[in-house]
């Protein structure tokens, strides 16, 4: 972990990095196994990688923060005692982890007092890991990070995710013109896009549908790399269900563009 982390937090992002990469090491063994998905009450998939992966992460997390809780996705829970609770997802994006895809991610944030202090992003079939801690910087592979400098729209890269769930937005009718601005376009996937974000290769993540395990890492790594985190009615919280991920540069016509009657 780089020396420039916030010091009274290098334990828990070494931990939390140690489980994410473990995590991703036992996940894509099973993809390259071959792995078929379930279906959940939520109609989300789910597979047996995501279920030992998050084992695995509970596991090193209770061992080294025994009395912090835990939030998974895919079900493990314990309360706090601490005040912080880790906030886990195996695999964020397991419809691509099934099909073979590389994008898909491990997911672990630390949320304290309300705030996320910790956050890792590990991307094993990339081979790319980000990572954060509050006041200490962001990071990839141990370089970092910050956002892009672009202040105009019209040189910007924009990432939409889960364009299914734009039916019913208020801004669903002006989301074709408000794309057709941008200097490029992408939907690939949800946390690998908001990390091309954090590293400065596009401007714009819009996510409209996501749980508080899809958001925590992305929240504080993001605002450690320079960026801004906001959901669309102008909030900042990784439980308010969407999310923007942008450059200061372009805020203002993000937030124009959701707003507008």
């Given at each position: 972990m780089s020396t420039s982390s916030s010091d009274h937090l290098q334990k828990e992002l070494s931990i939390a990095r140690i489980a994410a990469k473990r995590a991703g090491e036992l996940a894509l063994r099973y993809q390259r196994e071959g792995v078929s998905a379930e279906t959940k009450a939520d109609e989300s998939p789910v597979t047996i990688a995501d279920r030992e992966a998050e084992k695995l992460i509970a596991s090193i997390l209770t061992e080294a923060f025994p009395k912090d809780g835990l939030l998974g996705e895919e079900g493990?829970?314990?309360?706090?005692?601490s005040g912080r609770?880790?906030?886990?997802?195996?695999?964020?994006?397991?419809?691509?982890?099934?099909?073979?895809?590389?994008?898909?991610?491990?997911?672990?944030?630390?949320?304290?007092?309300?705030?996320?202090?910790?956050?890792?992003?590990?991307?094993p079939a990339w081979n790319q890991e980000y990572y954060a801690s509050r006041g200490g910087g962001a990071f990839r592979n141990g370089a970092a990070i910050h956002v892009s400098n672009i202040t105009e729209v019209e040189r910007s890269v924009l990432f939409f995710n889960g364009l299914r769930e734009v039916h019913g937005r208020e801004f669903a009718p002006r989301l074709l013109d408000f794309m057709g601005r941008f200097w490029a376009v992408r939907s690939m996937s949800g946390a690998p896009d908001a990390m091309l974000v954090a590293g400065g290769h596009g401007e714009v993540w819009v996510e409209p549908s996501a749980k508080p395990w899809d958001l925590a890492p992305i929240q504080v790594i993001v605002e450690e790399a320079g960026g801004r985190f906001f959901n669309f009615d102008g909030g900042r919280s990784i439980h308010a269900g969407n999310c923007v991920v942008c450059t200061p540069g372009v805020e203002d016509a993000v937030s124009a563009f959701l707003r507008s009657s």
């Open positions: 493990a829970g314990r309360p706090a005692e609770r880790w906030i886990i997802d195996p695999i964020d994006g397991t419809r691509d982890f099934s099909r073979g895809s590389p994008l898909w991610s491990v997911l672990i944030g630390l949320e304290a007092g309300g705030e996320v202090i910790t956050g890792v992003v590990n991307i």
